[in-house]
């Protein structure tokens, strides 16, 4: 029976988020294949792995210091050192980029973007995620990218890496709506989804939704998640701040979310993926989206597109779909075929395969 092992680190880093949605998924598929999967995290922070694979979590609602975060990051680092000299795992799998080669078994390691790379000078933790990253890279042996602008990113900053040794494997989605679900506003809405920071566009996406709302009194902007507005995102909103709600949301209520907007809109610069597109499609929700890095290899045809960095294009595609009943039909039904690519089983087996094939030494 092929054994893996997961390490820790983002059972630590991530209490929600996609990353973390990813090793869970994969991981939890795979013992269904025939494959003996080990993860060790002693008390787990992560809301996917709470309570599961008989992993101790912290006690529920804790706040976390940063100092006990540090700890048991320590703790786990050497906990992962002792497994991997004891235990006969055929494949190390890594779920960031904090991590050598095993004394055995082979390397396997995801690249989800090169964000950092890309931005390089505006993390405070970019020099130290990009050394990392470089170093597992060049160690494994093989690399997973979560879509071919992924890959070819890749390439482009690691230049004597061989591409055969990369194999793409696309995310599924976890999110589906099967049944009517409330809607989290009573007003039509704009939904916007997730983080604000930077690359995800937020200021550009407020002032085309500003050019939406003065044509149309009655729109609102739902953001789901992603915390509450910071002051100057507040200030920014100016006149229309009472048009302008956040809400952190669970699954089912991010699915009435999706379900009941008028249009998701994924304004994002840059992303690895954009697993929100597949949420979006699960829920018939028309998608919206920056003609940008992987978002057109995930959404297709299933999509209007504007330049991310052309507010007055961006609002005008907005205002394209939101008028237009016919086009948003359209959309859903388009959505709905475009899902059928993507989904976390196929992920799982072609992750099995790409074991499978390293194993071999292909």
Same mark, same amino acid.
């Given at each position: 029976?092929?054994?893996?092992?997961?390490?820790?680190?983002?059972?630590?880093?991530?209490?929600?988020?996609?990353?973390?949605?990813?090793?869970?998924?994969?991981?939890?598929?795979?013992?269904?294949?025939?494959?003996?999967?080990?993860?060790?995290?002693?008390?787990?922070?992560?809301?996917?792995?709470?309570?599961?694979?008989?992993?101790?979590?912290?006690?529920?609602?804790?706040?976390?210091?940063?100092?006990?975060?540090?700890?048991?990051?320590?703790?786990?680092?050497?906990?992962?050192?002792?497994?991997?000299r004891r235990g006969?795992?055929?494949?190390?799998?890594?779920?960031?980029?904090?991590?050598?080669?095993?004394?055995?078994?082979?390397l396997i390691v995801?690249?989800?973007?090169?964000?950092?790379?890309?931005?390089?000078?505006?993390?405070?933790?970019?020099?130290?995620?990009?050394?990392?990253?470089?170093?597992?890279?060049?160690?494994?042996?093989?690399?997973?990218?979560?879509?071919?602008?992924?890959?070819?990113?890749?390439?482009?900053?690691?230049?004597?890496?061989?591409?055969?040794?990369?194999?793409?494997?696309?995310?599924?989605?976890?999110?589906?709506?099967?049944?009517?679900?409330?809607?989290?506003?009573?007003?039509?809405?704009?939904?916007?989804?997730?983080?604000?920071?930077?690359?995800?566009?937020?200021?550009?996406?407020?002032?085309?939704?500003?050019?939406?709302?003065?044509?149309?009194?009655?729109?609102?902007?739902?953001?789901?998640?992603?915390?509450?507005?910071?002051?100057?995102?507040? !200030? %920014?909103?100016? $006149?229309?701040?009472?048009? /302008?709600?956040?809400?952190?949301?669970?699954? @089912?209520? =991010?699915?009435?979310?999706?379900?009941?907007?008028?249009?998701?809109?994924?304004?994002?610069?840059?992303?690895?993926?954009?697993?929100?597109?597949?949420?979006?499609?699960?829920?018939?929700?028309?998608?919206v989206c920056s003609?940008?890095?992987?978002?057109?290899?995930?959404?297709?045809?299933?999509?209007?597109?504007?330049?991310?960095?052309?507010?007055?294009?961006?609002?005008?595609?907005?205002?394209?779909?939101?008028?237009?009943?016919?086009?948003?039909?359209?959309?859903? !039904? %388009?959505?709905? $075929?475009?899902?059928?690519? /993507?989904?976390?089983?196929?992920?799982?087996? @072609?992750? =099995?395969?790409?074991?499978?094939?390293?194993?071999?030494?292909?």
């Amino acid at each position: 029976m092929l054994s893996v092992y997961y390490d820790y680190q983002i059972m630590l880093a991530q209490k929600f988020g996609g990353i973390s949605r990813y090793i869970y998924e994969i991981s939890s598929r795979l013992p269904g294949f025939g494959v003996d999967v080990n993860m060790n995290c002693i008390r787990n922070h992560n809301y996917y792995f709470s309570g599961r694979m008989g992993i101790s979590d912290f006690p529920a609602n804790k706040f976390l210091r940063l100092s006990e975060l540090a700890t048991f990051h320590y703790v786990n680092k050497a906990a992962r050192f002792f497994d991997l000299r004891r235990g006969n795992y055929d494949i190390f799998h890594p779920t960031y980029y904090y991590a050598s080669r095993p004394s055995h078994g082979k390397l396997i390691v995801t690249v989800h973007d090169m964000t950092h790379e890309k931005y390089s000078g505006i993390y405070p933790v970019n020099e130290r995620v990009i050394r990392a990253k470089k170093r597992i890279v060049h160690q494994a042996d093989r690399i997973i990218a979560v879509s071919e602008n992924t890959k070819r990113d890749i390439l482009s900053y690691y230049s004597d890496v061989d591409p055969a040794k990369i194999s793409v494997i696309y995310h599924g989605a976890s999110m589906s709506s099967r049944e009517s679900l409330p809607s989290p506003l009573e007003h039509d809405y704009v939904l916007y989804v997730g983080g604000r920071e930077m690359y995800k566009n937020f200021p550009r996406f407020t002032e085309a939704m500003k050019e939406v709302m003065t044509r149309h009194k009655n729109i609102h902007v739902l953001c789901a998640g992603g915390g509450s507005f910071t002051r100057g995102e507040a !200030s %920014s909103f100016g $006149e229309f701040s009472a048009r /302008f709600h956040q809400a952190g949301l669970s699954d @089912e209520g =991010l699915a009435g979310a999706y379900q009941n907007a008028l249009c998701f809109v994924f304004p994002s610069e840059y992303e690895g993926f954009g697993i929100p597109i597949l949420e979006a499609f699960a829920c018939d929700c028309p998608v919206v989206c920056s003609r940008s890095s992987s978002l057109p290899e995930v959404a297709g045809e299933s999509a209007v597109y504007f330049d991310p960095l052309d507010s007055r294009d961006m609002a005008g595609a907005v205002l394209k779909v939101i008028e237009d009943e016919a086009l948003r039909e359209r959309l859903r !039904s %388009s959505g709905r $075929e475009r899902l059928k690519l /993507f989904g976390w089983d196929k992920a799982a087996r @072609e992750t =099995l395969e790409c074991y499978k094939l390293t194993l071999k030494g292909e």
